[in-house]
């Protein structure tokens, strides 16, 4: 059984720019929806994603916080276009930028479409309380806050979401 420690962050500036070493256009949806998911209706979101010339199937515990049971298989390119064509409820689009920074690599996701303007820092860890630097352009931590997991950017994207969502606060 694999287990991801995710731990996801607001960005305080666009510094870590500068940083960027590789970047990926990423498309996904999901087989299962967030309104499965949250009611527990389904123990598991089910993501279907491309990344230029590869696809992956990825199914994921929906739990809430920074430890998730999470499996992850690759799958042929014409299968997940299929898939996110005919059985996913709609796409979240974004290009993931890579930036290294004290021994630990960062994922920053700068979204696109109906989430045009979130941009969410993703950082892995190998234990819940593994230390580690914050940088400087590094924001507000919002693992917990379920509006930020990539299913619900979808029945919810970021452009319909209110002021005190934008800032966190809510």
Same mark, same amino acid.
């Given at each position: 059984?694999?287990?991801?420690?995710?731990?996801?962050?607001?960005?305080?500036?666009?510094?870590?720019?500068?940083?960027?070493?590789?970047?990926?256009?990423?498309?996904?949806?999901?087989?299962?929806?967030?309104?499965?998911? &949250?009611?527990?209706?389904?123990?598991?979101?089910?993501?279907?994603?491309?990344?230029?010339?590869?696809?992956?199937?990825?199914?994921?515990?929906?739990?809430?916080?920074?430890?998730?049971?999470?499996?992850?298989?690759?799958?042929?390119?014409?299968?997940?276009?299929?898939?996110?064509?005919?059985?996913?409820?709609?796409?979240?689009?974004?290009?993931?930028?890579?930036?290294?920074?004290?021994?630990?690599?960062?994922?920053?996701?700068?979204?696109?479409?109906?989430?045009?303007?979130?941009?969410?820092?993703?950082?892995?860890?190998?234990?819940?309380?593994?230390?580690?630097?914050?940088?400087?352009?590094?924001?507000?931590?919002? &693992?917990?806050?379920?509006?930020?997991?990539?299913?619900?950017?979808?029945?919810?994207?970021?452009?319909?979401? &209110?002021?005190?969502?934008?800032?966190?606060?809510?």
């Amino acid at each position: 059984m694999g287990v991801e420690i995710e731990r996801k962050f607001l960005l305080a500036s666009d510094a870590w720019r500068a940083q960027v070493s590789r970047s990926q256009r990423l498309v996904q949806g999901y087989l299962v929806s967030a309104a499965a998911v &949250t009611s527990g209706a389904a123990r598991s979101s089910v993501r279907v994603r491309i990344g230029g010339e590869q696809a992956w199937l990825n199914i994921k515990s929906s739990n809430l916080g920074a430890a998730r049971d999470e499996y992850e298989y690759e799958v042929p390119l014409a299968d997940a276009e299929a898939m996110l064509s005919r059985l996913c409820d709609g796409v979240v689009e974004k290009i993931r930028h890579y930036v290294a920074h004290a021994n630990h690599e960062f994922e920053i996701d700068e979204f696109f479409g109906a989430n045009d303007g979130l941009v969410v820092a993703e950082l892995e860890l190998d234990a819940v309380d593994e230390a580690y630097e914050r940088p400087l352009w590094l924001g507000a931590e919002i &693992t917990h806050l379920p509006r930020y997991y990539n299913l619900n950017l979808i029945a919810h994207p970021y452009s319909a979401w &209110t002021a005190a969502e934008r800032e966190g606060l809510d």
